[in-house]
C-alpha cells in the first residue's frame, strides 16, 4: 500500500445559501467534511420581517435567533454538530441596518417594529438621517458620506459611531459566539465606517474570523482596503477577471502569486465565483452555466490567491424567489446527500444546485490539500488549453475551447500515470484504480488530451500503477 503524502488542513468555505439549520448540520456530517470543507457561511440568523422573499433575511426586526431558516436551538445545535464534524459556522451578522419597511410591522418571531424603533434595541436617535438625498437614500457611490451616512435601498441605516449602538451590536455577535460561531460575515461592511466596524470587532475575542462585504467599485471612495486591518474581504475583483481570462485563452492570467492591481492581499482575500448577489447580478459564471462553471471553481481551488468559497443555493428564474418552504414559512431542509449527476444540465426553480456533491469539486478540494502550500509555477497556454503546476505536487489543465485539445505542461512530479480528480480520481488509498480519466506524465511533461468545455488535475495522491 502506498504511503498517503501530506495534505494541508482544509481552508475552503461554502455558502449554504437560505439553507435551514437543521439541512446545514446534516450536509456537515454527510457532504461538507467528507468532501473537505473547512467551514460554512450561513444565511442570516436573526428575526426579520415576514415575507417570502429571501431577502427578508438583510431586514432585521430584533436579534432572536428565531427565522424562516430555524430556531435558536436548531441554530445552537447546527454549530454543535458542525463542530464535530471539523466544520466551522460563519454567520452573515446583518448590523448595518434595521429593516427597510416604513409601515409598522410584527417581526418573524412576534416582535412589534415600526420604521427607526425596536423596543429594547434602537429608538430614531440611534439611527443616521443623512439629509443628503431627498429621501436619504444612497443615490450616487462617489460620495462617500452618502454611502456611510444615507439608506442603503430604504434600509433604517444604524449610527455605529454611537456607543450603545456598537454595545448593542457586540452583545448580538457575542451570543452568537457564545454558541460556538467561528467568526461573522459582515453584512454591508461598505455601509459603514472602517472605525466603526473596527471599534466593535476588537471588543470581541481574539480569532474571532471577520470577513467584510466590500464590493469593490470602479473610482468609489470606499475601497475594500479600509477594512483589511482587522478581517479579510470578499474581494470582488477575481471572478470579473475570470471570465475575460476564460475568453481570452488567458493571456492576461496573472502567473504566480503577488501582488495583483484591484486585489487585496492574498491572505485578506476571499475568492468566489459567484454569491448569492452576483448570480442575480453581474456574475459571468453561475449555475446555469454548466462546464464552464466548473472550469472557473476548478482554477479557483487550484489558485494560490486568496481563500476560496465555493457557493450552493437554488435555482431561480425570479431574482426574488425565495427558497421552497411550508404554509408557515419554514425554508423547507433540503439534503444534497443523494444528489447524484450534477451539475445537472436544468433545474427546476427552486432545486438545490448542491454544489458541496459535485465530484469535480469534491476532486479539486482534495487537489487542494496536496497541493496548496507549494508554489504555483508559470502558467502554459496552447489555444483554447491553460493549466499550471503546483511545484512538484499537482498540475491542472482546462479547455475552455469547443473542440478537443491536447496541452503538454512541464512539471517536477514523477513520470507515471495518475487518476484525474475531476472526473473522480483514484478507487481508494488501497485500490489504485481511476474511476474515470487518467493522464501521464513522461520525461517531466504531463500531457491532457482533453475533451470540448474540460478541466482535469492530477496530484500526486493519484499516482497508480
Ligand atoms: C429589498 C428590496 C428593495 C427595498 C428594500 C427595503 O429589493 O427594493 O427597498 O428591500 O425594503 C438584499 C437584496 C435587496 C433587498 C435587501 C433587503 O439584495 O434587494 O432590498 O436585501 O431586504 C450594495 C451594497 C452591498 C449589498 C448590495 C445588494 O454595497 O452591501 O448592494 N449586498 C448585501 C447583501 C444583499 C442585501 C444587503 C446587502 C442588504 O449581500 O443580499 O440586499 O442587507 C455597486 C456598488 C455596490 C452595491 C451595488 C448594488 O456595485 O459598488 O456597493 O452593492 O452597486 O447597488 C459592477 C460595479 C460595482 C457595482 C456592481 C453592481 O460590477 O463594478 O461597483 O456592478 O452589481
Redesign the pocket.
Request: proline residues 0%; without cysteine; negative net charge.
Given at each position: 500500500v502506498p504511503l498517503e503524502p501530506d495534505r494541508a488542513a482544509p481552508d475552503v468555505g461554502i455558502q449554504l445559501f437560505q439553507l435551514p439549520w437543521t439541512a446545514i448540520a446534516d450536509e456537515c456530517e454527510q457532504t461538507l467534511a467528507p468532501n473537505g470543507f473547512a467551514w460554512v457561511l450561513t444565511s442570516p440568523p436573526n428575526e426579520h420581517?415576514v415575507r417570502d422573499?429571501?431577502?427578508?433575511?438583510?431586514?432585521p426586526v430584533s436579534y432572536e435567533l428565531e427565522s424562516r431558516l430555524g430556531t435558536r436551538d436548531e441554530f445552537a445545535d447546527m454549530v454543535q454538530r458542525c463542530d464535530d464534524a471539523g466544520v466551522q459556522i460563519i454567520a452573515d451578522a446583518?448590523i448595518?441596518?434595521m429593516?427597510?419597511?416604513d409601515d409598522p410591522g410584527v417581526g418573524w418571531a412576534g416582535t412589534p417594529y415600526e420604521h427607526y424603533d425596536y423596543p429594547d434595541l434602537y429608538g430614531y436617535d440611534d439611527f443616521h438621517h443623512c439629509g443628503l438625498t431627498a429621501n436619504d437614500d444612497i443615490s450616487n457611490?462617489d460620495d462617500r458620506a452618502q454611502?456611510q451616512t444615507c439608506e442603503?435601498?430604504?434600509?433604517a441605516d444604524l449610527d455605529t459611531s454611537r456607543q450603545n449602538v456598537r454595545d448593542t451590536v457586540g452583545a448580538y455577535l457575542d451570543d452568537l459566539l457564545s454558541l460556538g460561531v467561528a467568526g461573522f460575515r459582515i453584512?454591508?461592511?461598505?455601509?459603514m465606517d472602517a472605525a466603526d466596524v473596527e471599534a466593535i470587532i476588537v471588543a470581541l475575542p481574539e480569532g474571532t474570523r471577520i470577513m467584510s462585504?466590500?464590493?469593490?467599485?470602479?473610482g468609489?471612495p470606499v475601497q475594500p482596503e479600509e477594512y483589511t486591518a482587522f478581517g479579510e474581504v470578499f474581494e470582488?475583483t477575481y471572478a470579473?477577471d475570470l471570465l475575460p481570462a476564460l475568453a481570452s485563452g488567458f493571456v492576461n492570467e496573472p502567473e504566480t502569486e503577488g501582488d495583483r492591481p484591484l486585489h487585496v492581499p492574498a491572505d485578506k482575500a476571499l475568492v468566489f465565483i459567484d454569491?448569492?448577489?452576483?448570480e442575480?447580478?453581474?456574475a459571468d459564471l453561475t449555475y446555469r452555466d454548466g462546464d464552464l462553471y466548473v472550469i472557473a471553481n476548478a482554477l479557483m481551488l487550484a489558485d494560490d490567491y486568496g481563500t476560496p468559497v465555493v457557493y450552493s443555493g437554488y435555482a431561480f428564474s425570479d431574482r426574488?424567489a425565495g427558497a421552497p418552504a411550508d404554509d408557515a414559512g419554514r425554508v423547507t431542509p433540503v439534503s444534497c446527500a443523494i444528489a447524484t449527476d450534477l451539475p445537472a444540465d436544468d433545474y427546476e426553480d427552486g432545486a438545490r444546485t448542491c454544489v458541496q456533491t459535485w465530484p469535480a469539486i469534491a476532486g479539486m478540494l482534495e487537489f487542494r490539500a496536496f497541493a496548496m502550500d507549494f508554489p504555483r509555477l508559470e502558467g502554459v497556454s496552447e489555444g483554447d488549453a491553460y493549466g499550471f503546476e503546483r511545484a512538484g505536487r499537482g498540475v491542472i489543465a482546462v479547455n475552455v475551447g469547443d473542440e478537443a485539445t491536447s496541452i503538454q505542461i512541464p512539471t517536477t512530479m514523477q513520470d507515471g500515470k495518475y487518476c484525474d480528480v475531476v472526473s473522480g480520481g483514484r478507487e481508494s488509498w488501497t485500490n489504485d484504480g481511476c474511476r474515470d480519466d487518467e493522464f501521464s506524465v513522461e520525461n517531466g511533461v504531463a500531457t491532457f488530451a482533453l475533451a470540448p468545455f474540460t478541466a482535469a488535475a492530477i496530484h500526486l495522491g493519484t499516482a497508480h500503477r
Open positions: 420581517i422573499e429571501w431577502w427578508a433575511s438583510y431586514q446583518v448595518n441596518h429593516t427597510g419597511q457611490y454611502v442603503l435601498v430604504n434600509l453584512d454591508a461592511a461598505k455601509h462585504e466590500v464590493i469593490r467599485g470602479g468609489e470582488f470579473r454569491n448569492h448577489d452576483t442575480r447580478g453581474e426574488d
